[in-house]
């Protein structure tokens, strides 16, 4: 069965970096891309961006430019997600999802998500 | 950035009853939407794509419709495990975008 699992919470000071891995199995980590969501407290799901794990190309939200890297090892079917210059509007529950269909298909819904890590930005 | 307006806010229902949520897009989107379920402290979980098709094991009693900027899930009957928040996302340009979430709450 289809499983993404997370690394664990973290808190971080304002300025700081934190990078958030999701452990995929049970499917061919390299055939769909990997899509990053955060979700911050009371608020709906926001889009950070993805990775296709089969070359490491990667796009981001506008929003996040300059400030959020993607990468994966496929070696470990893992994939990354770094965040810079974190202040306390980051603080949110960071999540992984899966595209639904392969990486030959355009956009798509999500169909499997991780747990979630709760990243808290405080001083 | 497409904009999604979901509606209402909250919405109160009791078990059995017919439940409609609205999502609108700010400019057109085909059918590429879907809809999710979460409950707190979980995950989104994939309702329907594609503005009506029904994801695999997901009950029958969810339904989407629409096209365009306009569409609706719909909970024909409710049910206790529904009790949840609902979120609409757009997927057509190579962007997502989700709305602000419906709360299903007990009547």
Known sequence: QVQLVQSGAEVKKPGASVKVSCKASGYTFTDYYMHWVRQA????????????????????????????????????????????????????VYYCARARLGIAASGQPFDYWGQGTLVTVSS | ???????????????????????????????????????????????IYKASSLESGVPSR?????SGTEFTLTISSLQPDDFATYYCQQYNSNSWTFGQGTKVEIK
């Open chain 1, 41 to 92: 407290p009371g608020q709906g799901p926001e889009w950070m961006g993805w990775i296709n794990p089969n070359n490491g190309g990667a796009k981001y939200a506008q929003r996040f430019q300059g400030r959020v890297t993607m990468t994966r090892d496929t070696s470990l079917s893992t994939a990354y997600m770094e965040l810079s210059r974190l202040t306390s509007d980051d603080t949110a």
């Open chain 2, 1 to 47: 950035d497409i904009q999604m307006t979901q509606s209402p806010s909250t919405l109160s229902a009791s078990v059995g009853d017919r439940v409609t949520i609205t999502c609108r897009a700010s400019q057109s989107i085909n059918s590429w939407l879907a809809w999710y379920q979460q409950k707190p402290g979980k995950a989104p979980k994939l309702l």
């Open chain 2, 62 to 66: 969810f339904s989407g419709s629409g």
